[in-house]
């Protein structure tokens, strides 16, 4: 079987929920783009990943003889905005400012290195002797508890948000399953990960689910000084309002 466009069709796939929840919730689209354009640069980390975690056939074999391809980009910038927007959407959620007295709160003073941690730590994380997508788990794992810990009130929508993420990621996963049998055998390198899979999904590409929807979850909110309230509960800030800044 030639699984030559599967990539591409799998990530354009994720387009699919990604136009749906832009068509939903007009109230997020602006916060959407601007999280999946941010998001999509996360398609240029694949180098690290080809072929040690896995090795896609991919257009004009870009991944096999670059490690950058096409597919990664779409992947990312659809992810994203799912991720920063999933629980928002379903829970009938917008954002709303944080009250300038409360971003003077003392745990903010660590506002920036919160939001920057999975950047952080990654670097030393890739350094130890496992598969690249250990690492990554881990920073955004670290990257969604300092949201929470910097931002108590994001713990809901982190939780709520990583776990309805990774029903999504793992709907899709057996969707590929299905619809291109022996396709994970082939591009997978399983004999360097865990040997664990539910389902037939690798036991990392669940937790990857689950660690990316809990740090993108709350992104959007932490880096802007906003929260996610129900509907009508209030005005909803002004795009151009100015924020205060905490000392860091």
Known sequence: MSYHYVWLLWSAAFLVPWLAMYAVAA?????????????SLLGLTEPIFVPEYWNPPSLFELAQRTGFDVESLIFSFAIGGIGAGLYTVLARRAPRAVPASEQRASR????????????????????????????????????????VLCRPDLLRGTVIGG???????????????????????????LPALSGIHPAGIPLEELAFGFAFGTYWAGIYEHFTWTRAEPLGAGPAPSPTARREEPRT
Not at 27 to 39: H, I, K, P, Q
Not at 112 to 121: D, G, N, Q, S, W
Not at 127 to 134: A, C, E, F, G, Q
């Open 163 to 189: 776990l309805l993420f990774t029903v999504l990621y793992a709907l899709f996963m057996a969707l590929l399953i299905a619809f291109a049998p022996g396709y994970i055998e082939q591009v997978w390198n």
């Open 108 to 147: 903010h003073r660590f506002h920036r290195l919160a939001f920057a941690a999975p950047v952080l730590a990654f670097p030393p994380l890739y350094l130890l002797p496992w598969n690249p997508i250990y690492p990554a788990i881990t920073a955004l794992l670290i990257g969604g508890a300092a949201n």
């Open 27 to 39: 109230g997020f689209r602006r916060e959407m783009l601007r999280v999946s354009g941010w998001t």
